[in-house]
């Protein structure tokens, strides 16, 4: 009797998780039905929550990862690098999709500052500014005390705090002391 209700537990257990997968999207191998891959949407696909991606088994299948072994893909609000050994990477949105690798990094956030990474996952550096962006050059504009401000067109703007530069070893090239008006040019 005991092994019947494992099981019976086992197959609610998998039949909740399945239901409780959402939209995903992503650019799926080319197949017969995937003749011209591009991104698409598709349901029951994957959840985001607490952490952890989880990716259904039918739609890890279809991921194509490129050269690099990298898979953008978005679900639950998020867009994330994902790895064919099941590691991901939350990353930052930039225009209208995943944020992409400048200089051999990518930003990420924790607990409300920007990291940055390299293509094997790895935390490169951790400044602590609340918003930075993408090397360019050697440097990345970085600012303490800004806040996202919605606009009427729907997208966002950085607006107050202080700002600056560093380069790829964390250090301020340009204090992170100007207004953004007052900035010295890189």
């Not at 696909?45 to 194509?64: F, M, N």
């Not at 390299?118 to 962006?133: I, R, T």
């Not at 919605?150 to 202080?162: N, R, V, Y």
């Amino acid at each position: 009797m005991k092994r019947v209700i494992s099981i019976f537990i086992l197959i609610f257990i998998g039949s909740v998780q399945a239901e409780d997968f959402g939209t995903c999207g992503y650019i799926p191998k080319k197949t017969e039905q995937y003749q011209y891959p591009e991104w698409e949407v598709f349901d029951s696909c994957a959840s985001y929550a607490a952490g952890v991606l989880r990716i259904s088994q039918e739609h890890r299948e279809r991921l194509h990862f490129g050269t690099e072994d990298l898979e953008v893909f978005f679900t639950s609000g998020q867009y994330f690098y994902v790895k064919p050994d099941g590691r991901f990477l939350p990353v930052m949105f930039y225009d209208n999709g995943a944020d992409y690798f400048r200089e051999g990094l990518i930003r990420s956030q924790k607990n409300g500052k920007i990291e940055f990474y390299n293509k094997h996952f790895e935390l490169v550096l951790s400044p602590d500014y609340d918003w930075a962006w993408p090397f360019h050059d050697g440097l990345a504009l970085v600012c303490n005390g800004c806040v996202l401000t919605p606009m009427e067109d729907g997208h966002q703007a950085l607006e107050s705090g202080l700002w600056g530069y560093i380069n790829k070893k964390g250090e301020e090239v340009v204090p992170v002391k100007y207004k953004s008006s007052d900035l010295p040019r890189q």
